[in-house]
């Protein structure tokens, strides 16, 4: 896997020794947790946050979500490409609605087109994401699926590449 960059802007692959604390401070922050992983999900401990890292790793690219400022790459969330999944998490408020989300999508869509992928999904969002469901309309996914999931309701998407 290599560095993804777009200007301010990069994804570099996961090392889970150099970016646990990010991981731990990004999904045990609870407005976080409430739009990436669901309202009833706990705040995720070492253990979970490994497991979550291999599994998207061994089934295609996880990458950290780094931003340029004051000389330095600040990492601000995760994302990967999976057969099944498109997740972006911005894990730090203070950069949500800025247009992130717009340039990191992008780079993932021309990634996914590069190692020859022909669609990405997104396996759900919960409708009361409105941030995420603007993000991915906007690049062009489509809603395939309205499903419940713990009592919420929930969209899948995909983008044919």
């Known amino acids: 896997m290599t560095i993804l960059c777009d200007g ?31 309202p009833k999900v706990m705040p995720y401990g070492r253990e979970i946050i490994e497991r979550m890292i291999k599994i ?14 004051k000389d330095v ?5 995760d994302a990967s490409i999976t057969m099944e999944k498109t997740p972006i998490t911005i894990g730090v408020e203070e950069y949500w609605e800025k247009g992130l989300g717009t340039k990191v999508l992008a780079i993932l869509i021309s990634r996914a087109r590069k190692i020859g ?6 396996s759900g969002i919960y409708e009361y994401n409105e941030r995420s469901l603007r993000l991915y309309r906007k ?7 309205h499903f419940e999931e713990n009592g919420y309701n929930c969209i899948k998407m995909e983008l044919l590449l």
């Open 8 to 38: 301010d802007i990069r994804l570099r692959p996961v090392d889970l020794k150099r970016d646990m604390n990010s991981f731990l401070l990004w999904y045990n922050t609870p407005r976080v947790i409430f739009y990436s992983e669901g």
């Open 56 to 69: 998207l790793s061994e089934i295609h690219e996880s990458y950290i979500i780094e931003i340029y400022k």
């Open 73 to 77: 790459w600040t990492p601000i969330g």
């Open 117 to 122: 992928l022909k669609k990405l999904k997104v």
């Open 139 to 145: 690049a062009g996914f489509s809603e395939t699926e």
